[in-house]
């Protein structure tokens, strides 16, 4: 646990230690000083005490090498202070400073940039600058000038880790209200050094934290954040992401905020995905989850049971469970007969139950429906919904239905009436809100049932040719070739260079046939006519020939490497899988129905990669349009598994070439009838200029 | 206004009074003692006073003709009564007992039967059966046994009308918590006689309402209440409704809780859409709505300006924004330039604006920051956020701002440390959450921005042929001809009844030609092989004719009554446009990109009739899909016109044709290249049976 000295320190100097407790060098103090800290050394040359403890001049004259430095002082100061603190053999510190990247600007750039090399050269973990620093509960330990935290709030197991110190502080104060009690509060700042997955991956170990709440703008390390996620699920702590930037104007301003690289929302999307990460659809549901996962040990997934005293409640609570992607169903018999029994006709007893008045009149009525309703297996939750003043006289037949399940019971009270912790002592979750609450079960319901997607990539089954250099791309012959290697199933085709090769290729290929003009300077062919279909005669595929053979002529810088011919396949269904390269976490496959279906309707699937075949023909199956590949008005199944299995070795062959890829596309992939396979009709291999790839992730 | 004596009344009785404040009888008593109505009379046998007012054995003994009666006794004894109130000259009533309709047994449907028909005789207004009552807070007039509201409650202009008790109380808390108050409180129940939208209609005309909260589960007047949502636009009143049964388990919920008509979700939307109705996604929305209705004078649409102390808040509410339908406008230089003199490079000024520290050093920086975010014409909001620690300070900027501004300026502060009841009187609306912040104002902005839709039914143009008794539906050709007289372009075609007739009528119209059997007894003829597309030769067209007769002549009971022959066109897209009957809003229309596009995608959309051509081109449009007829990658542009004119006609048709049409489709309708027309390729009109549409309606 490399950040045991930055998050758990045992000693502490503060350098501009201040008396002034709403000062930066001041807040600490007295926040730790209140907790009781001990080994605690303010660093001031103009004071010899300070709020009561013995202040030192220097850093030298501390008489402890401490575990961790607080830098209160100015940017220009801070690194000329962090080399002493690294003479005197300290290894953690924090910086507040501003005035660095998040300036824009070419001084605090370059001064954030020395401080990366600092931390780099000596291994010193630096955490900032331009933060608000942390809080660690369990241990009593305030370094932070955040004065939302303070000595005396309950510890908890839940960790809260963002990018931004206001919403550190507002998340903070939503949970606490909630009653959320937090192990440790982090805010990353510009992470110059140690960095948010850094953080993470300590609190994946750290055994006083058994939830992250995480505010992202932009991460810089997708493949550590990946590896630390992959860590919290594996032991089962809870990881909850709100993530700015679903819209463009969004996007734009927290990129401006951070000056972060600009992630892909669609790939954050894929990796959170990749890695079982509970996503909040609003800031407020990080804490509402984070409450959630305190009696997480009996919800294992989100359908949901219904208990309600007024129908109108039981019908929008369907609707926001329904809407959130969890799941009423549809009690057995032997659930609704007992029910019935004992509820009038006008009372629905299939799921959600109305109660109607009866609540009021037999002692035992809730707890015998509650029991009925937590009884068949496709029940995790059980929902009930009461006003407020309804529950006094309901508590204790809850408390028994609550001690006696093996399943979470969840309290709705919209007229917020209810004793948070009464409830809480008798294991029972309490919201009021309606929308609230159903957003969060179905969320957590939803995580518990997730697991991790992330394989371990497969040994590189074939190698990649000697790529050109400086060419921009692959012709489409050696795209296909080489993917062909990878075990991509191919269209051969026939390279001809006259029209009298033309014809005879024809002849030995058979009609109807596809002619393409060859040259490494045109991507998009269809749109320059350079593609022909159904060609049927020699004469068409004569006349073909001539006529891209001059189009091309007439294009500036077109290199002209012949025309392809290659059967046109009849039947089946064109899909489309691309792989590109998302600058945070890599490569990224994207699945779709060929066409106006991904253009227009945007009907596509991510998945980050490794993607085995399973991986891809779950994406497949995901698609809107699968139907079209499924038997779709009486025409045949397509062989959706040869599709998966062209797909997963295209990602195969793009992990085994690297760097100098940029992109790699097969469109069409034309998905024939069950048992006829796939087969790639048409590739693009984009490389990337050997000395492209820095220039390209600067930009 | 013919609920005033219900609403308004000037004197009431109360048969079943009681002494007991804790009793349905007791409450209205205490409520209205309490809240000083003098010319109030209990009627109890049993007693001769009852909370200090002189009680009357019988509803004939009370001194006057009251305006109302409250109907505190059991559905057994309540019509009887009702006939005696309406025999001493009563005109109105509300019933309190549960035992109608809700009971989902012939005991209580024909109980309310009884009432609806006593009703409709007497011409007394009955509200109820199995409804909570009402109050009026600017009369101070409590007919209800709800004890959610209270004489002294401050009385508004927002009104609140629902379908169901619960959410009435419930939603008047959420509110009362907001600050809104309130003029009418409506419980509906069974809505035996005075129904959803009579309550509404006298909304929209009651001088002391000026917006009402609705919750509907399902309505059984939808052209009631389309006018009556009609009048709150006209009177630029705000209409907001949360609607549940979203989803298929919180209609199905919904349906059981009221035995109302299922109403289609999509009705449900078109009818909302056309009555420029602001629709909550939650039921929180509401009073979040009637909240900025309060300031609503100065908001006319839903382009924000956001000034954040928090480069994440500006980040968050830029998404929020977003993703809810309003816009962040990017703000001209003239702002931009002003805004970065005083704000450091890191601090973005495009909107979302960074305010960064600044805020705290200078006195006139967040006012003057907040002008120039005002200034641009596509700004209608500025939204600030502050952490709450902040407002103080601020306070006086903001004031100031808001006392100079036309538009309207809103603080979200996440700490939840605002006086929402200080920012008010400036003039300043507060929310301390994101989401519901953005939702708001969204939805209020579009609500502003937007019209009510409808139109007036044109006269008809046409009129239909005699329609054939019995028969479900029009054979094609009919259907063509009938759409035709219309002016709905249709393709005509030939109607053969042998090989050789076949022959001689594809010779005339020429190839390529489509083959279609015709019968009255299959609708959907492709899924048969009872459409035969490209016929090239006359062989072709032989042998056509001779599969489809012998498909058809294998199906059991289907009439064959020819084979039409019709040209096959070239090129153009096809849609398709169906017009169909909800049971509570009638004709709605349809409209989509044909096959896969509708089936599969689900891009359509829908409108209730009457639809002209303005209204079918906006459709259109709003396709995903329209790409595809407006020039999509290098195609000719469609006749999108042309096709919103036959749309056009076909609603006229429908709408000319009335009860006798069950249902009527063009699919496919061609759209061919711009300029040259669209035209009905087929169409399928589906007729009820003359007895059917009561049945239908029932079932």
């Known amino acids: 646990m490399t950040l045991q000295s930055l998050l758990k320190p045992r000693s502490i100097a503060i350098i501009g230690a201040s008396s002034n407790a709403t000062r930066v060098g001041g807040i600490p103090m007295d926040l730790l000083v209140r907790a009781g800290f001990e080994r605690l050394y303010p660093v001031n040359p103009k004071n010899t005490e300070i709020q009561g403890r013995a202040c030192f001049a220097d850093i030298e004259s501390v008489p402890e090498v401490v575990d961790l430095v607080l830098l209160a002082i100015g940017a220009e100061d801070v690194l000329a202070y962090l080399e002493r603190c690294h003479a005197r053999g300290i290894k953690a510190a924090i910086v507040f400073a501003a005035g660095y990247a998040e300036t824009n600007e070419a001084e605090g750039i370059t001064r954030q940039e020395a401080l990366t090399a600092f931390a780099k050269r000596t291994g010193m973990r630096v955490a900032g600058p331009n933060c608000m620093g942390n809080a660690n509960f369990n241990d009593n330990v305030f370094t932070t000038f955040g004065t939302s935290f303070q000595p005396g709030d309950p510890a908890g197991s839940t960790a809260l880790l963002t990018q931004s110190g206001n919403m550190c502080a507002t998340v903070y104060r939503m949970a606490r209200r909630a009653g959320v009690a937090f192990s440790h509060v982090i805010n990353t700042g510009n992470e110059a050094d140690v960095d948010f997955a850094d953080y993470l991956a300590f609190l994946a170990e750290d055994s006083a934290t058994d939830a992250a709440l995480c505010y992202i703008e932009e991460l810089r390390d997708g493949a550590a954040f990946l590896k630390a996620a992959a860590a919290f699920r594996a032991a089962g702590k809870l990881l909850t992401v709100y993530k700015v930037g679903a819209s463009e104007k969004g996007a734009e301003a927290a990129r401006s905020h951070t000056a972060a690289l600009a992630g892909d929302s669609a790939a954050y999307d894929a990796a959170f995905a990749a890695t079982g990460v509970a996503r909040a659809a609003e800031l407020g549901g990080l804490a509402d989850l984070a409450y959630l996962h305190g009696f997480g040990a009996k919800i294992a997934g989100n359908g949901c049971a219904i208990l309600s005293v007024s129908g109108a409640a039981g019908a929008i609570l369907s609707d926001a469970i329904s809407l959130n992607g969890g799941t009423v169903p549809t009690f057995p018999e032997s659930v609704q007969a007992p029910l019935r029994a004992s509820i009038p006709a ?55 239905a609550a001690a006696m399940a093996a399943k979470q019971i969840v309290v709705v009270d919209t007229f917020a009436l209810g004793d948070r912790a009464k409830l809480a002592a008798a294991g029972i979750a309490y919201f009021d809100d309606f929308d609230r609450a159903a957003r969060a079960i179905c969320i957590y319901g939803a995580w518990k049932m997730g697991g991790a997607l992330t394989l371990k990539p497969a040994a590189a089954k074939a190698s990649w040719p000697a790529f050109p250099v400086g060419e921009p791309a692959l012709s489409e012959t050696a795209a296909k070739e080489a993917l062909a290697a990878f075990g991509v199933p191919v269209v051969h085709d026939a390279l001809v260079h006259s029209e009298g090769e033309a014809r005879e290729a024809a002849r030995r290929i058979g009609f109807p046939l596809v002619a393409k003009l060859v040259s490494p300077d045109v991507a998009h062919k269809t749109e320059h006519g350079l593609i022909r279909l159904s060609l049927k005669t020699e004469d068409d595929v004569t006349a073909a020939y001539n006529a891209m053979v001059a189009k091309a002529q007439s294009m500036p810088n077109v290199r002209i490497e012949g025309v392809t011919l290659e059967p046109m396949l009849a039947g089946g269904v064109e899909i489309l899988a691309g792989v590109t390269r998302d600058p945070v976490f890599g490569w990224m496959l994207t699945v779709g129905l060929g066409g106006v279906w991904t253009e227009l309707m945007k009907d596509v699937r991510h998945r980050l990669l490794p993607v085995d075949a399973a991986g891809a023909e779950e994406m497949l199956r995901g698609l809107k349009g699968f139907r079209l590949l499924d038997g779709y008005r009486g025409a045949p199944k397509a062989d959706a598994a040869a599709a998966a299995r062209a797909i997963a070795a295209l990602c195969d062959a793009v992990l085994a070439g690297g760097d100098s890829l940029r992109e790699v596309e097969i469109n069409p992939l034309l998905v024939l009838p069950e048992g006829q396979g796939a087969v790639a009709v048409d590739a693009l291999v984009l490389l990337n200029a050997p000395a492209q790839p820095e220039v390209e992730k600067a930009a």
């Open 346 to 400: 006008f009372g629905m007893v299939s799921n959600p139950v109305d109660l109607t008045g009866n609540l009021v009149n037999s002692n035992d009525f809730l707890f015998e429906a509650a029991r009925l309703a937590l009884s068949p297996d496709d029940v995790d939750v059980l929902i009930v919904f009461l006003p407020g003043y309804f529950l006094d006289r309901a508590l204790d037949q809850l408390q028994r």
